[in-house]
């Protein structure tokens, strides 16, 4: 299995607090992704890294930004919560751009009240 | 934009048999790749299978394997022998730059 690990696991937070969740990975992979998943939806990509400070939005961006300032770790920052951001959060990595397999992480659980 | 459709919401299969799974692409790429997912109760994402659309051959993984026509942009997973551990939901993805595009997904229940 790879080496992805998500903290924290779960969480509850109020409306208008922020939030972070962090991405670490073990593999030295090049390329970070974050994804939620919401019922009906499938997983939709929230914003992805290339590389060390590289980052770019995804299809579902706006209320989320991102920040890698090592290879190992990648973390995502609700600025501001809100009950529509309330989803099952999910870290990926993959070696080479999105043609390579993508390994997962367990996934975060976040409820916003 | 790329798309991918996963029409059937849940099916179900006895153990021992047979089940396929569908999903349809669009895309107007002639190089990309199609993946099935595995999503358990736990909800750990697991890859099931990989296809490169430049080969022609269908990829297969023991008891799993696809039937891609590429033509028609579909993809589907075909679980031979199933085990009550294949209970799960299935997502079909595609890629062709460094972005997956997922469906829906399928989920699958088991009966023995």
């Known amino acids: 299995d790879a080496g992805i690990t998500q903290s924290p696991r779960h969480k509850v937070t109020e409306t208008g607090t922020p939030v972070t969740l962090r991405c670490h990975q073990t593999?030295?992979?090049?390329?970070m992704y974050w994804y939620r998943q919401d019922p009906g939806h499938g997983l939709r990509l929230i914003h992805y890294?290339?590389?060390?400070?590289?980052?770019d939005k995804g299809e579902v961006s706006d209320g989320y930004s991102v920040s890698r300032s090592k290879t190992e770790d990648f973390l995502l920052t609700l600025e501001s919560a809100t009950s529509s951001q309330t989803s099952v959060y999910f870290c990926?990595?993959?070696?080479?751009?999105?043609?390579?397999?993508?390994?997962f992480g367990p996934g975060t659980r976040l409820l916003v009240l | 934009a790329q798309t991918v459709t996963q029409s059937q919401p849940e099916m179900s299969v006895q153990e021992a048999e047979t089940v396929t799974l569908s999903c349809t692409y669009d895309?107007?790429?002639?190089?990309?790749?199609l993946f099935w997912y595995k999503q358990p109760p736990s909800r750990q994402m697991i890859l099931v299978i990989r296809?490169?659309?430049?080969?022609?051959q269908n990829a297969t993984e023991n008891r799993f394997s696809v039937n891609f026509q590429k033509a028609a942009k579909s993809f589907s997973l075909k679980i031979s022998d199933s085990q009550l551990g294949d209970a799960a939901m299935y997502f079909c993805?595609?890629?062709?730059?460094?972005?997956?595009?997922f469906g829906t997904g399928t989920r699958l229940q088991v009966f023995p």
């Open positions: 990926a990595i993959s070696e080479l751009a999105g043609v390579e397999t993508q390994y």
């Open positions: 593999e030295n992979h090049r390329y």
């Open positions: 890294s290339y590389g060390v400070k590289d980052t």
């Open positions: 895309t107007s790429e002639s190089d990309y790749y």
């Open positions: 296809q490169e659309a430049y080969k022609q």
């Open positions: 993805a595609y890629s062709n730059t460094d972005k997956l595009i």
